[in-house]
């Protein structure tokens, strides 16, 4: 290994965020999940929950999109809701849904520098009623256009980017790489 390979590796070490993971509820869409993978590894995420229906698996990432960020991170996959909340639940202090609600809150009123998973619904329906409720609030995106939804990959990146920046502040990065 060159000494460079070396240094890069131990400055995503030292960048790891263990108190920060995403939660991906039944995504259809393989390479939506490859993209939103690159986002976490770009922000220094080490581990994301997949929860799949019993029906489908997704564990066909497509390697182009995800631009191998998979073999940098790791990949806890459930089938049933209330065992990947209470996996996440050891680990994180709060979880909190993307979801249009009454209660929803803007992205940049949380504070994304606690102990947090954050939970992104599939293209179709968004997070699921009974996953909204095991949550400790739900967010939104602030958007002034006809249409009130981004792209899921699109949703995690800019919602993992206000995290990186407050996290940035904060200087939760030791030794951000340029």
Known sequence: MTPERERRINDVKANRQNDLTVIFENLD?????????????AVGIGEVYILSSPTKTN?????????????WITIH???????CVEAVRHRYSKIYST??????????????????????????????????????????IPQVGMIRSLNV???????????FRQRMLADRYPRLIK
């Not at 990959?153 to 919602?159: E, F, K, L, Q, R």
């Open 77 to 83: 996959h459930f089938f049933d809701l209330r065992d």
């Open 153 to 163: 990959s699109v949703a995690c990146a800019v919602t993992l980017y206000e995290t």
């Open 99 to 140: 979801r249009l609600t009454e209660e929803s809150v803007s992205l940049y009123d949380l504070n994304l520098t606690e102990s947090i998973a954050l939970v992104f619904g599939n293209e179709h329906s968004g997070v699921s009623p009974e996953m909204s409720n095991l949550c400790n609030g739900n967010f939104l």
């Open 59 to 71: 564990s066909n990432l497509g390697k182009k999109s995800s631009a191998s960020a998979s073999k």
């Open 29 to 41: 869409d393989p390479h939506n999940i490859s993209a939103c993978l690159r986002s976490c590894d």
